[in-house]
Nanobody, 126 residues
Framework: QVQLVESGGGLVQAGGSLRLSCAASGRTSSMYAMGWFRQAPGKEREFVARIIWSGTIISYADSVKGRFTISGDNAKKSVYLQMNSLESEDTAVYLC???????????????????WGQGTQVTVSS
């Protein structure tokens, strides 16, 4: 089992910045990728960014490219999301996720992730 704990959410004005952190514990040696998803009220969970540990391969959703930066520490199995130029449309619960090695399917799909954090609220006021 893997446990994920997020931190860093909060309330910020449009144009501001926040940094989210996610720390993994447990059987982290089996982890292939970690990522961030978000879910706004009444909407489906959507991909934000992810990092694949082997090769440090990074991917972003089009809606956050150029504004958000994902980074990670493979040794600590921690991942971070620096969010700049925040917009009201970024308001959501942000969830950290981890995917095991050997799982088939797109690493931008929430259904392919095995472990989830409890989520942290990000609210952007306009």
């Amino acid at each position: 089992q893997v446990q994920l704990v997020e931190s860093g959410g909060g309330l910020v004005q449009a144009g501001g910045s926040l940094r989210l952190s996610c720390a993994a514990s447990g059987r982290t040696s089996s982890m292939y990728a970690m990522g961030w998803f978000r879910q706004a009220p009444g909407k489906e969970r959507e991909f934000v960014a992810r990092i694949i540990w082997s090769g440090t391969i990074i991917s972003y959703a089009d809606s956050v490219k150029g504004r958000f930066t994902i980074s990670g520490d493979n040794a600590k199995k921690s991942v971070y999301l620096q969010m700049n130029s925040l917009e009201s449309e970024d308001t959501a619960v942000y969830l950290c996720a981890a995917r095991k090695t050997g799982v088939v399917g797109s690493s931008t799909s929430a259904s392919t992730y095995d472990y989830w954090g409890q989520g942290t609220q990000v609210t952007v006021s306009s």
